[in-house]
Every structure is written in structure tokens, then in C-alpha cells.
């Protein structure tokens, strides 16, 4: 039946390829579709009034780092606010 329409084989070969290129582009498109109708999450604002903020940290320069150091907690803190 195909080869009364397409009697050539490089004929079928772009139709079959053409068929797959419409097929995975349709699938493509719907997702990207999907995605965008997708609700955003809404970012969250931090309430700078309660939020500890990390200038509690010493610089290496400062007067009290070395004993700010000392502590393996601070060390920890120090290491998490060079992220």
C-alpha cells in the first residue's frame, strides 16, 4: 500500500523520519507546555529583624579572631559563611 504513494526507498525513509520528528517534537512541545502552566513557588523574603546575621563572624584581620577559632563550633561557622 505504502509503495503505491512513496515507490522510491529514499522516499519512505524521510517519511518514516519525518513521522518520528513530528511525533517527538509534539512531545517536546506539550511538556514545555505543561511546564510553563506549572504554578511558580513564591520565594520567601527573610525577616531581617529576626534572622541572626553572619557579621557576627570575625574578619581574619580582626582583633578577636584567634580566640573566635578556638572553639570547633566557630570553626564550623566560619567554613559555612565562606559558601
Not at 6 to 26: E, M, R, S, T
Not at 59 to 76: A, I, L, R
Amino acid at each position: 500500500v505504502i509503495r503505491s504513494y512513496l515507490p522510491h526507498n529514499h522516499q519512505i525513509v524521510v517519511a518514516v523520519l519525518g513521522f518520528y520528528g513530528v511525533v517527538i517534537g509534539g512531545a517536546v512541545l506539550n511538556s514545555k507546555r505543561k511546564a510553563a502552566n506549572a504554578p511558580k513557588p513564591v520565594p520567601t523574603v527573610p525577616d531581617y529583624h529576626t534572622v541572626k546575621v553572619l557579621s557576627a563572624i570575625p574578619g581574619v584581620e580582626d582583633d578577636g579572631f584567634e580566640e573566635f577559632m578556638e572553639s570547633d563550633e566557630n570553626v564550623e561557622k566560619w567554613f559555612d559563611s565562606l559558601e
